[in-house]
């Protein structure tokens, strides 16, 4: 296993939708165009953002096979195989190594969730043994997934047990457990930041490369960002956290980061389409405010149009 640790952005891909539901996959060029020309690195495919959870398997499989074709050593691609069952996430990395995806990620079941380090370990095993070539990435998100198990008795105990366990896609605000996994054996698991709001705060404790949503639109601006820091102008790379955070407000007004993220990819003249239930589109009028109040807050002149 070859696992090469990230560095930069990954963007969280949205998975395009025909306004039947259906999916989409024709979008997927002209989107991994506009990823690249930003300055994106990699992607986290059928993720959260990617409404992986609401998605049945062959149409996983069928997104992670559009996007293989644009996938270089520039351009690193993590199948996001979790789900609420331990077989299903199986096959799926099985097919993410078929198709040459780089990494497998993995977020804890939703239902069941287990309770403690063993616990998960168990899981993930299951899960990372059915791709073993492959780095193994675990998605702790406990918002989503509910299972609250402190990551650095995880990284203890399924390093023992799991070979191909490359690290972590943390989202979580706990900065000081981050940081701990940061450190842990000198640096050897990948911790990848998944906070888009605080991402500066992720590079100032270790970490070289962020998971995020809004780095499907808002990438050449972090990557300023990020180019600051380490010119050590902290005071500008703040500036600019500050500036898209308040981008983020607007767009998580819209009432999910799914559902702004998808308007505001539209106003870049990628269309993915709407969003799967529960989760709710923006409207019309929703949209034309969203986009008013963007442009009031400079949107339009920090991305091409």
Request: aromatic share 8%.
């Amino acid at each position: 296993m070859n696992s090469k640790h990230f560095e930069g952005l990954v963007a969280a891909t949205f998975t395009p939708f025909h306004s039947d539901g259906s999916v989409h996959p024709e979008i997927i060029p002209a989107y991994a165009r506009q990823l690249k020309e930003d300055g994106v690195k990699g992607i986290f495919v059928c993720g959260s953002s990617g409404e992986g959870l609401l998605m049945e398997a062959d149409e996983r499989k069928a997104i992670l096979e559009a996007w293989m074709p644009f996938s270089d050593e520039q351009f690193r691609i993590i199948a996001h195989v979790g789900s609420t069952s331990a077989k299903t996430s199986r096959d799926l990395a099985r097919h993410a190594a078929s198709v040459g995806a780089d990494s497998v990620g993995c977020m804890g079941p939703c239902c069941f969730q287990p309770k403690d380090a063993r616990g998960l370990t168990d899981y993930c095993t299951e899960v990372a043994s059915a791709a073993p070539d492959l780095p193994f990435y675990y998605y702790h998100i406990p918002g989503t997934s509910g299972v609250h198990v402190k990551m650095t008795e995880f990284l203890t105990t399924a390093g023992k047990v799991i070979p191909n366990l490359a690290g972590i896609k943390y989202t979580w605000p706990d900065l000081m457990e981050m940081l701990e996994c940061v450190s842990m054996e000198d640096g050897k698991y990948d911790i990848l930041h998944g906070h888009d709001e605080t991402v500066l705060a992720g590079f100032l404790f270790g970490v070289k490369a962020a998971i995020g949503t809004t780095y499907n639109f808002l990438a050449p601006v972090f990557n300023e960002m990020i180019e600051k820091f380490r010119q050590k102008d902290l005071d500008g790379a703040l500036e600019i956290q500050k500036n898209v955070n308040r981008l983020i407000r607007i767009m998580l007004s819209s009432g999910s980061a799914i559902s702004g993220g998808k308007a505001m990819m539209k106003m870049r003249g990628i269309d993915c389409g709407p969003c799967r239930l529960p989760l709710q589109n923006v409207t019309n009028e929703g949209y034309r405010k969203m986009e008013a109040e963007l442009r009031e807050g400079g949107y339009f002149s920090l991305i091409r149009v």
